[in-house]
């Protein structure tokens, strides 16, 4: 959607390596996720901020940190990737002030050999 | 947090509406009824929400019976692009609230 985007789209990376992926918004909205998604478990929030340097864990938090130094920029950093963290990782924004629902980035699939 | 209950899959053909109902017993009193559509290889993507009766919009019309236990999407004329997975949640609001996905409905739409 246009306003949110993901990079990178794909990655494949080690086992044992740190990964950062990168959430971008230009709607200036306060809300902002992280969610990942894979087969037989639906999407599954993994933290989640309420403004800068505001953040809080979800349902999946172990093994992921988050940061938001800006409004418009919500990281996700694995520290130390592990096969079961393979996944699709979708951002979402929300405005809760004037409600339109979640909007959600294309997502970015992530193999962790 | 409510939990709900929507059929795994549908079948359906073009042209005909599809009605997909979503089961919500424990809904609190300020809890929204919210559905989202998801393609292959894309995110969500919201779709309606509603508190109770009737809302209607360009894409869906969501029916929610006096007592808000269940939920009924219903998409008129469905065509092949209507395939997808519809996610029926419910909505807490508020400002530090999360939004937690189930399993979906699976729609498929045939010619």
């Known amino acids: 959607d246009a306003g949110i985007t993901q990079s990178p789209r794909h990655k494949v990376t080690e086992t044992g390596t740190p990964v950062t992926l990168r959430c971008h918004q230009t709607?200036?909205?306060?809300?902002m996720y992280w969610y990942r998604q894979d087969p037989g478990h639906g999407l599954r929030l993994i933290h989640y901020?309420?403004?800068?340097?505001?953040?809080d864990k979800g349902e999946v938090s172990d093994g992921y940190s988050v940061s938001r130094s800006k409004t418009e920029d919500f990281l996700l950093t694995l520290e130390s990737a592990t096969s079961s963290q393979t996944s699709v990782y979708f951002c979402?924004?929300?405005?809760?002030?004037?409600?339109?629902?979640?909007?959600f980035g294309s997502g970015t699939r992530l193999t962790v050999v | 947090l409510a939990k709900t209950t929507q059929p795994i899959s549908m079948d359906s053909y073009e042209g005909q509406e599809v009605n997909i109902t979503c089961s919500h017993n424990?809904?609190?009193?300020?809890?929204?009824i919210t559905w989202y559509q998801q393609f292959p290889s894309q995110g969500p993507r919201f779709i309606i929400q509603?508190?109770?009766t009737k809302v209607t919009n360009e894409v869906a019309s969501l029916f929610i019976p006096a007592d808000r236990k269940s939920s009924t999407l219903s998409l008129p004329r469905v065509s092949l692009s209507d395939t997808a997975v519809y996610y029926c949640?419910?909505?807490?609001?508020?400002?530090?609230?999360?939004?937690?996905f189930g399993k979906g409905t699976m729609l498929l739409v045939s010619p």
């Open positions: 979402a924004i929300n405005d809760i002030t004037d409600y339109y629902g979640y909007t």
């Open positions: 709607e200036n909205h306060r809300y």
């Open positions: 901020s309420y403004g800068v340097k505001d953040t």
């Open positions: 424990n809904i609190a009193t300020n809890d929204y």
């Open positions: 509603g508190y109770k």
């Open positions: 949640l419910v909505d807490p609001g508020g400002r530090y609230s999360t939004l937690t």
